[in-house]
T-cell receptor, first 112, second 116 residues
Framework: GNSVTQMEGPVTLSEEAFLTINCTYT??????LFWYVQYPGEGLQLLLK?????DKGSNKGFEATYRKETTSFHLEKGSVQVSDSAVYFC???????????FGSGTRLQVQP | DTEVTQTPKHLVMGMTNKKSLKCEQH?????MYWYKQKAKKPPELMFV???????INESVPSRFSPECPNSSLLNLHLHALQPEDSALYLC???????????????FGQGTRLTVV
């Protein structure tokens, strides 16, 4: 099955700072890659996805590029807001288990 | 409608009780999932249903019993749980049921279960 390594949190930033959350994975083949976000007390929401090498997923100012050579899918945002405070999960699709494998999650805290 | 609806939102049950969690989606998805999430941890896969048949059981104890009555509904029957089973239980669905996991999964808000 897949494995995912995600940077440890919490990540604490000031509003308008630049955000990078690193994600690398091991997988059989070339899975689709996803970032999910979980706000306090809620379920998971899809943030963005990429389905093949060099694809860039983007949503709400967040971006991530599918890097086949480095098996990475790092999440970036140019200017974070307090409302971005949440836990972010990197998740490659697992073609063996037919389900997502989640990274450990990175908690982001944005201070005003 | 891209919603997965889970009921109840909160559940407190004793160790001798029997209860059920319910999940519903009307997106025409043919794959449905149960995940368990402990505090400050990622979701862990429990069960996968594909075309209403159980395709994956991640070695879950038999006190958790899934059921998929039709393509829109997924239940999780609970019996004789332990306090360590307290967690957020998440249901999800996806279009892809062919084993390639290339499409996104949509998650419900979860049921927060406390076993006393």
């Amino acid at each position: 099955g897949n494995s995912v390594t995600q940077m440890e949190g919490p990540v604490t930033l000031s509003e308008e700072a630049f955000l990078t959350i690193n994600c690398t994975y091991t997988a059989t083949g070339y899975p689709s890659l996803f970032w999910y976000v979980q706000y306090p007390g809620e379920g998971l929401q899809l943030l963005l996805k990429a389905t093949k090498a060099d694809d860039k997923g983007s949503n709400k100012g967040f971006e991530a590029t599918y890097r086949k050579e480095t098996t990475s899918f790092h999440l970036e945002k140019g200017s974070v807001q307090v409302s971005d405070s949440a836990v972010y999960f990197c998740a490659p699709g697992d073609t063996g288990r037919r389900a997502l494998t989640f990274g450990s999650g990175t908690r982001l805290q944005v201070q005003p | 409608d891209t919603e997965v609806t889970q009921t109840p939102k909160h559940l407190v049950m004793g160790m001798t009780n029997k209860k059920s969690l319910k999940c519903e989606q009307h997106m025409g998805h043919r794959a449905m999932y149960w995940y368990k999430q402990k505090a400050k941890k990622p979701p862990e896969l429990m069960f996968v249903y594909s075309y209403e048949k159980l395709s994956i059981n991640e070695s879950v104890p038999s006190r958790f019993s899934p059921e998929c009555p039709n393509s829109s509904l997924l239940n999780l029957h609970l019996h004789a749980l332990q306090p360590e089973d307290s967690a957020l239980y998440l249901c999800a669905s996806s279009q892809e049921a062919g084993g390639r996991a290339r499409t996104e999964a949509f998650f419900g808000q979860g049921t927060r279960l406390t076993v006393v």
